[in-house]
Nanobody, 121 residues
Framework: QVQLVESGGGLVQPGGSLRLSCTAS????????MGWYRQGPGKQRELVAG???????NYADSVKDRFAISRDNAKNTVYLQMNSLKPEDTAVYYC???????????????WGQGTQVTVSS
């Protein structure tokens, strides 16, 4: 079994900051790519940021220079630092982890439960 537990969402004013965390636990052999997605009201889920096992990162154009993704491999945790938040960043944020479980050779894809981020004055 593998679990992803997210934390850090909430209500913040425009221009404010939040830091999301997502920790994977369970029978994990190795974690490969990690990332954050979001789904706003009436919108499709979209990639916000991703980070490879080697630390390479990629971002959606809408969040470049405002958001920063990082990971702590010792803690099986991925972070999303969100600065200069805008109302259009309001969404449910989901972490996504590609990993290999102990005893299973193929890479599997897991999702967190989602955490609400609301940017409003």
């Amino acid at each position: 079994q593998v679990q992803l537990v997210e934390s850090g969402g909430g209500l913040v004013q425009p221009g404010g900051s939040l830091r999301l965390s997502c920790t994977a636990s369970g029978s994990i052999f190795r974690i490969n790519d990690m990332g954050w997605y979001r789904q706003g009201p009436g919108k499709q889920r979209e990639l916000v940021a991703g980070i490879s096992s080697g630390g390479s990162t990629n971002y959606a154009d809408s969040v470049k220079d405002r958001f920063a993704i990082s990971r702590d491999n010792a803690k099986n945790t991925v972070y999303l630092q969100m600065n200069s938040l805008k109302p259009e960043d309001t969404a449910v944020y989901y972490c996504n982890v590609h990993l290999i479980r102990i005893g299973i050779r193929s890479e599997l894809n897991y999702w967190g439960q989602g955490t609400q981020v609301t940017v409003s004055s």
